[in-house]
Structure formats: structure tokens, C-alpha cells
């Protein structure tokens, strides 16, 4: 049976990793710093996908970004997704060469469809994650981009319908309101989805325990939960959130082999 | 001596993972799309992400659909088709219209359906159990529904193949893993599949 799946997302503004609360950022460490505190290889073993986003304002330094991303993945052996900023086709086939396994498209629904169209030809829908950023506005559901700076005008409904209808794999909802702010998810938009829903739905915005997570996995129209927030599940947070949601039965692969064993077979 | 694979490189696809996870449990690699390279090798591997029709023209356009049944053919060497690699490696695919494939493996790819409202979701991704046979060789050690991750819109039948046939279920079984003399393939992607996929990998090149 297909499982749930937990997602952690790493975000980098020039080369450093940053925490975001309602998309404003606040800069944590480089590289060395995420290796040297968190072990990044070791608690990607708990994860069943992890996300990789540039979410430099200005000045974005795409190399820099895909150095990092190359030395995060190189011990990771789970699915990875890696966007922002991405404009083109040669754009998404670095995002690609650097270990991605998908690509995250943002505000090239609004502005770039076409490009969607031919990403989707060269490397198949299911190798594209739509990401629709929401906010709510007095008892409005809105749609931003552009890092939530730019209200999209149009009714949600609508915009996620027209979304779903893309050729894009899955689909990311990401609340801005709980963004960082570790108070639960919220749920309020999951309604405007249509009654048959086709693609694979991933939910974020809010995550600060396990309890949160529970709560989106247990929820039907939610096939993944993902969460950005490094501070809450650093050292065994993560482990631990794992095997809370799986002793509450939730659905969550299993890997039951010792990595340490298997990189030590000789192989000769 | 360490061990060396050939990951064939036809401009398609995510070498870089299949490189790390090869690194990781001790194997050499060389990424190429070499046809001599391929013809000569012990171990190929062939990826894949992407639309079969023209990750299949590029095949063909580069000379490496005869190197690899050249390879093959031999019987000393040995294949692994990672995802799109596995639907290249049987006989064709419906996806983008009707398209030959290098027909190593009696078998056709076709989409998941879901024209019937069924609630289920295209593409199927994530992490699902996998069901071998006894003998297999590529799951050896693993326990029985161990979780592998897919991310695919089309499938590979099952139709009394020559080989082993590992199964999934989603929207009834498909073919998850196949395995046959010096042909292997699965569906599933080995190397973004934490530890299970390695062990995967791991007894692949032992085989």
C-alpha cells in the first residue's frame, strides 16, 4: 500500500540557511554550520523526501545554490525537490545535474505556463511540484508569489483548479500565516480542492511537533506533510516525531536495514 | 579490485543520485554515452526520468539501443533499468503515442488509469511495499513488502514473464522489479530509497 510521506525543507537565501516565519527570513548558518550541528546525512535517514529551495530576494548566486545542493545530497539517498527562481529549461537541467529529482515551480504558474508545458515534455509530469503559497484576508483565501509579495488576483478556487489541471506531478499548499510559527497547519483551504482530486497533495505551513504532523497525515485529501522548521526536530526530533506518527497508524515506510552495514561490504 | 559500473548517460535523467548511491557502497563509476564504453562494460546501468518516446529516439540517435542488446546478448555483462530505464528495457510504451522499446523484457508499459473515478492519484509517488518471489536475487536480505519509492504515470504489465516478477499494488499489482539471467530492472528508484534501495543496489552488483 502506498504510505504517507514526511518531508523536511532546507531554504537558502545566498548560500546560508535560513529559518522563515511568515516569509520574513532570518539567516542560521552555512553548510558547515547545517553538517557540523545537525549531521544532515544522519537525519535525512528519518525523512521520506526532502525539498531544497533558493529563496534569495535579490541577488541570486545560482551556483553557490547548487554547490550546496550537491554537498547536501551526496549522503542523502531519499527524493529531492529543488526550486526558486527557476525560469528555464538549462535552469532546470543544473537543478537536475546537482542531484534534484524534481522541480519546484512557484510563480511560473502565473507568469511562465509555457515553461511548465516544457518541462513536463522533457522530463514527464511527475518529475514537476506546482507550489501555491495562501494567506488569508479577513475570511479570504489568497494566493501570493513572488516570495508572498504579490497578491495573484482571481478566486483560490479557481487558481487551484487551473493549477491541478498543469501538467505537474504533485501540488504543495503553504500556508504564509502559520509559515514558522510552529501553531499546526490550516486546514481551511484543503475545502476549495475539487471533490475528485488526481494528484498527490503536499501540505505545509505551521509544522512546530508531531502532534502537527499527525494532524495533516491523518487528514484523507493529504498525502504528504512537510515542515521547514530545523530548530524543532534537530538531533533525534525527527526520529522521534517518526515513530510517534507511525505508533499513532499512520502509514510511514520503513527502512530496516543499517546503512553502516552496507557501506562496509566489501564489494569486491 | 573495486567494481566498476557503467551509468548510461543519453541526456536524460538523474545521474547524480545513481552516482552517489554506487559511491556510497563502494563501486566505481563511469557516467558515459559512449556506445564502446557501453558494449565493453560489465555492469550497466540505465536511469531514466523523463517521457519514454524520446528518451527512446535519443537511444537511438546515439547508437545506444545496439550497444546495450549488443552488451547484453553476451550474457557476461549485466543491466539494471532504473524507472524509465525499466519500461525502456521492454517491448514498447503507449505514452506520447505507441513506441518500440529495446524488448529485453516481454512486456508493454501503459498509464495507470483512473478514467473510471477511482480515487486514484497520477502520478503514483511515494514510498509503497514491494512483494518478491523467494529466489530473487535483488531483494535478497530484505524482508517481504519492503517500501521502495515510485514516482510514475505509466506501468509495466504482467503477463507470465520468463523471469522473477516482483509486484505493487496500486490501482490493482503491477510490475515492480523484474529479474532475469543478467537482466534486471525496477520500477522503483534504488538509490532514493534510504537503506533498502542500497541493499537493492548492493545485490545487484554481486549478482
Redesign the interface.
Known amino acids: 500500500m502506498l504510505k504517507k510521506r514526511l518531508i523536511f525543507i532546507l531554504l537558502l537565501n545566498n548560500g546560508k540557511f535560513v529559518l522563515s516565519r511568515n516569509f520574513r527570513l532570518q539567516e542560521v548558518g552555512d553548510i558547515k554550520w547545517l553538517q557540523t550541528h545537525y549531521n544532515f546525512s544522519s537525519i535525512s535517514r528519518a525523512i521520506d523526501e526532502l525539498i531544497i529551495l533558493d529563496v534569495s530576494r535579490n541577488y541570486v548566486n545560482s551556483e553557490l545554490f547548487l554547490d550546496t545542493v550537491k554537498e547536501i545530497t551526496r549522503g542523502c539517498f531519499v527524493p529531492i525537490t529543488v526550486g526558486g527562481h527557476l525560469q528555464s529549461l538549462e535552469q532546470a537541467k543544473k537543478f537536475l545535474d546537482s542531484g534534484a529529482d524534481k522541480l519546484l515551480v512557484n510563480s511560473n504558474i502565473f507568469f511562465q505556463e509555457e515553461l511548465i508545458f516544457e518541462l513536463a515534455s522533457e522530463y514527464g509530469q511527475q518529475c514537476i511540484v506546482a507550489c501555491l503559497d495562501f494567506k488569508k484576508k479577513l475570511d479570504n483565501i489568497e494566493i501570493f508569489t513572488s516570495q508572498g509579495s504579490m497578491n495573484q488576483l482571481g478566486n483560490a478556487k479557481n487558481i487551484l483548479e487551473k493549477t491541478l489541471k498543469l501538467p505537474v506531478g504533485e501540488l504543495i499548499l503553504n500556508s504564509i500565516d502559520r509559515d514558522g510559527t510552529g501553531q499546526g497547519l490550516d486546514f481551511e483551504i484543503l475545502s476549495l480542492l475539487p471533490n475528485l482530486l488526481d494528484k498527490p497533495i503536499i501540505f505545509s505551513g505551521g509544522v512546530g511537533n508531531p502532534i502537527h504532523l499527525l494532524e495533516g497525515l491523518r487528514n484523507k485529501q493529504i498525502d504528504a506533510v512537510a515542515t521547514a522548521n530545523l530548530f524543532n526536530f534537530v538531533g533525534d526530533g525527527l526520529f522521534n516525531a517518526r515513530s510517534y506518527l507511525t505508533q499513532n497508524g499512520v502509514n510511514l515506510a520503513t527502512w530496516n536495514n543499517a546503512f553502516s552495514e552496507i557501506k562496509k561490504e566489501p564489494v569486491i | 579490485?573495486?567494481?566498476e559500473a557503467v551509468i548510461i548517460d543519453y541526456g536524460?535523467g538523474?545521474?547524480?543520485?545513481v552516482k552517489?548511491?554506487l559511491n556510497?557502497?563502494?563501486?566505481e563509476t563511469l557516467v558515459t554515452s559512449d556506445p564502446k564504453k557501453i558494449v565493453s562494460a560489465k555492469i550497466l546501468i540505465l536511469p531514466g526520468?523523463?517521457?519514454f518516446r524520446?528518451a527512446m529516439t535519443s537511444l537511438n540517435e546515439r547508437g545506444i539501443s545496439k550497444a546495450i542488446v549488443e552488451a547484453v546478448g553476451r550474457k557476461e555483462s549485466k543491466i539494471l533499468g532504473i524507472c524509465?530505464g525499466m519500461q525502456l528495457l521492454g517491448q514498447s510504451s503507449t505514452e506520447n503515442g505507441f513506441t518500440d522499446g529495446l524488448g529485453l523484457i516481454t512486456s508493454k508499459s501503459e498509464k495507470f488509469n483512473?478514467d473510471d473515478?477511482s480515487?486514484?492519484?497520477?502520478?503514483?509517488?511515494?514510498?509503497?511495499?514491494v512483494y518478491f518471489p523467494e529466489k530473487s536475487i535483488l531483494f535478497k536480505?530484505?524482508?517481504r513488502g519492503?517500501?521502495f519509492?515510485f514516482?510514475?504515470?505509466y506501468k509495466m504489465t504482467m503477463s507470465n514473464l520468463e523471469g522473477l516478477e516482483s509486484t505493487a499494488?496500486?490501482a490493482g499489482d503491477f510490475l515492480a522489479a523484474y529479474e532475469n539471467e543478467n537482466i534486471f530492472a525496477t520500477q522503483f528508484?534504488p538509490?532514493?530509497?534510504?537503506?533498502?534501495?542500497?541493499?537493492l543496489l548492493?545485490n545487484f552488483?554481486?549478482a
Do not use: C
Open positions: 579490485m573495486k567494481k536524460m538523474n545521474l547524480w543520485s552517489s548511491a556510497f557502497i563502494g563501486v526520468v523523463g517521457a524520446r524509465l483512473n473515478n480515487d486514484i492519484k497520477i502520478p503514483h509517488v511515494g514510498f509503497n511495499s536480505q530484505l524482508e519492503s517500501d519509492y514516482t510514475h504515470s499494488q496500486y528508484h538509490e532514493k530509497s534510504q537503506s533498502n534501495g542500497l541493499r548492493n552488483i554481486m
